[in-house]
């Protein structure tokens, strides 16, 4: 059961493991179903054996973590779990097709090449059928480490409540994904060959431009900077703009308008969200989990390796507002 679980540093060092993946293999959630347990996970099974409350009206302060030395080891993974939500709550999901775990600080992507022929063209009895020949790169994509050292010490953190403190640490972790975030789009601005508007001030029209470079695939979402899209906002045509069940802009045309504060003002970037990008992890969120167990909170280093890899031709598109 939960409450017998011996819970040690070790357990952030094993391999091929997480920390959580290490609880869920010792107290499976599986056995728990049907009863007043069964939605939490084995971490939050551990919060509750040590009744540390992590938000709500009775939430308890840090220092609580820190009562006996079983319940010091769950800290780091408090940590690690509310930046990541941050990182959950950025663009960057916004951005990518699909994501893949590598275990290297570098992967080999692929090339599609349908230079072979149309899909429309007809295939004569007995000819031979039009290839799509798909290659690895020649060059390996780099997966940048990406990382922030947040600073404090335990007699500052200590008597914070933990809620208060998770919102400090989901805002580090939002701002380090938008960072993450900006690579993505600089990924696909390397990579496409930006249209240009007709004049130096961006009009609707400029947006349909855009809308008209893709042809066999959707334009899904456009990123702008947060001034750019506040002057598509103020477009007549936006007058009766539409809002999806999130909340979110979209264009007249169906495009979700995000905004993105690494793009310049002079940069718009449209992409077909299922087919533009992929994302390749090389790590998961990474702490030095021994130094908060032992209270030494005056360095927390949160790190992340992460690259790009650009999917299918037409798929993403720019527009460049003309600079004179």
Known sequence: MYDQIVLEKGMYHLANRSFSEALEAADPSEQYAGTPLSQLDAFERQLKRFDIRVS???????????TTTQSAVLFPEFVRRAVKKGMEESILGELTAASANVNATSAKGFVIDETGGSYSTPVAEGAALTATAITETENAIALEKYGRLVTASYETVRTQRIDIFA???RAVGRKLAGAIAGSALGTITDAVTPVETATTTLAYADLTTLYAQFTDYDLTTVFASPTVIGSILAMSQMAERTLDANGNVRLPFGAKLIASPTLDNKTLVGISRDYALACLMGSDVLLESDRLINCQLDRIAVSVRVG????MTGAAAVLSVKTS
Do not use: A, I, S, Y
């Open 56 to 66: 709500g009206k009775d939430c308890d302060k840090v220092e609580k973590f820190f």
């Open 167 to 169: 919102v400090m640490l």
């Open 308 to 311: 790009f890899q650009p999917l």
